[in-house]
């Protein structure tokens, strides 16, 4: 589905994929220390170009472009198998620095709880993929519980409730609230 | 110094922080901690910083160093 409006914080905002951000989204996909945890796409521009448009119409997820305040692509988000009141969220990655990046989290999450309302959000991390784990902890992720992938990695499952999100978000809302200006990476990318 | 270093710990939840490792050496270390940082940065030392700055430093005695002598 696509959202029409735009979500807008101090930092960044999100707005809805469209089909001229695949090149976009193939490039940042297969930057190794970017997208080391996502699945690789290995397509070309015109499938990633109908993959965008066959979601765009999907009854069950939102696909966002982070840009900055400039309206330069910095990264990627997405919900999606939302589906009685819950979803996941992925397809995130993103050269923004910190600021950019959890704005960009807060934007969405909003997005999904004020939104969509849903009650919470299904996730699941892989075992040593300790950054994204801890960043999730400090939205509110609580582990349910640890299972094996189909090629015998370990991951994580659990979820993000609502209430847990407003409680743990409100130190990261508060800390955006300090930042007077803010002094944007320069080549983050390179 | 001292006092920077306490408020580091209590960003990263840590006791005892190590001052010769880099930021990305310690598990605690992840993009909510260094937004606390850039927050306390702004509004304690008012200092801006990048990000891709803070990850430069060789140790964070060397980033220390920097924001006192700022």
């Known amino acids: 589905m696509v959202y029409n409006g735009v979500l807008k914080g101090r930092f960044v905002n999100l707005r809805s994929v469209t089909e001229d951000d695949a090149a976009f989204i193939l490039e940042i996909r297969s930057n190794p220390a970017i997208s080391k945890y996502l699945p690789q796409i290995r397509i070309t521009v015109e499938q990633q170009q109908a993959w965008i448009t066959k979601q765009r119409v999907d009854s069950d997820s939102y696909y966002f472009i982070i840009t900055d305040k400039e309206h330069n692509k910095i990264g990627t988000i997405s919900v999606y198998n939302i589906f009685d009141g819950h979803a996941e969220v992925g397809r995130y990655c993103s050269i923004g620095d910190f600021v950019q990046n959890s704005e960009a989290v807060i934007l969405h999450n909003d997005f999904i709880f004020n939104i969509l309302f849903l009650n919470y959000i299904d996730g699941w991390v892989y075992k040593d993929n300790t950054h994204v784990l801890s960043l999730n902890k400090g939205f509110g992720y609580e582990v349910d519980g640890e299972a094996l992938d189909k090629d015998g990695i370990p991951y994580f499952y659990g979820k993000i409730t609502k209430q847990n999100y407003l409680l743990k978000s409100l130190k990261v809302r508060n800390n955006i609230n300090k930042i007077s200006s803010h002094v944007p990476n320069v080549g983050l990318m390179e | ?70």
């Not at chain 2, 580091?8 to 922080?17: G, P, R, S, V």
């Open chain 2, 1 to 70: 110094m001292e006092k920077l270093v306490k408020k580091l710990e209590e960003i990263l939840e840590i006791d005892n922080l190590d001052i010769t490792k880099k930021f990305t050496d310690l598990e605690e270390w992840d993009s909510l901690a260094g937004l606390s940082l850039i927050a306390l940065l702004d509004s304690d030392y008012n200092i801006m910083m990048a990000t891709k700055e803070i990850l430069s430093f060789a140790s964070i005695e060397d980033f220390c160093n920097a924001v006192l002598e700022k």
